[in-house]
């Protein structure tokens, strides 16, 4: 157990719609990453949270967006969800300027 | 650009024998981190263990090695001993320059290992 929970763990949604995933982060750890993983493939990075700001991210359209709160839980928003979202979403938290991130169980979202 | 390859699809090993997960990585920095993680079936990503570039060293925890060799750009993951509960896909990742607010992961595709009893 890495401590890092994740909500909900399965969630379908139609083409069109809005997500919200959410993070809590392991006690201590101040940064939190969030992944899309495509059915067979590897963790695509999507963006990182540090103090509540945006600190790095990936390769995605800005219908993916998020937040960390005071307390270092997260959220990761999908907005106008496309059937390529179809995925198993994770986050990972880590302390700024260590080495290991570790991660949730993820949400698998489906868009129908 | 970084790139973590992972040739192996699929692996069978039988119980209790050892296995290597082969990985390769390009990258133009002087400074990274390599990681190999588990993912068995109900999805979550396990930690295994961590090399930095820096670290003269192979990287060991319990039952896993890992076998650097810098030149050839290769992070192989060894297991001895393995377990039927080994048995999940494999991915080796490559943090770019350790250090401030740079932690993004870059996966490779993975490998899929089954033991066999």
């Known amino acids: 157990e890495t401590g890092v929970t994740q909500s909900p763990t399965h969630l379908i949604k139609t083409r069109g719609q809005q997500v919200t995933l959410r993070c809590s982060s392991q006690?201590?750890?101040?940064?939190v990453s969030w992944y899309q993983q495509a059915l067979g493939q590897g963790p695509q990075f999507i963006f990182q949270y540090y103090r509540e700001e945006e600190n790095g991210r990936g390769n995605f359209p800005p219908r993916f967006s998020g937040l960390q709160f005071p307390n270092y839980s997260s959220e990761l928003n999908v907005n106008a969800l496309e059937l390529d979202d179809s995925a198993l979403y994770l986050c990972a938290s880590s302390l700024v300027n260590t080495d290991t991130q570790y991660f949730g169980p993820g949400t698998r979202l489906t868009v129908l | 650009a970084q790139k973590i390859t992972q040739t192996q699809p699929g692996m069978f090993v039988q119980e209790k024998e050892a296995v290597t997960l082969d990985c390769t990585y390009d990258t133009s920095d002087q400074s990274y981190g390599l990681f190999w993680y588990k993912q068995p079936s109900s999805g979550e990503m396990i930690f295994l263990i961590y090399?930095?570039?820096?670290?003269?060293q192979n990287a060991t925890e319990g039952r896993y090695s890992l076998n650097f060799q810098k030149a050839r750009k290769s992070a192989n993951l060894v297991i001895s001993a393995s377990q039927l509960g080994d048995s999940a896909m494999y991915f080796c990742a490559m943090r770019e320059t350790p250090g401030f607010g740079n932690e993004k992961l870059t996966f490779g595709t993975g490998t899929r290992l089954t033991i066999i009893p």
């Open positions: 006690s201590g750890h101040n940064t």
């Open positions: 090399q930095g570039s820096y670290d003269e």
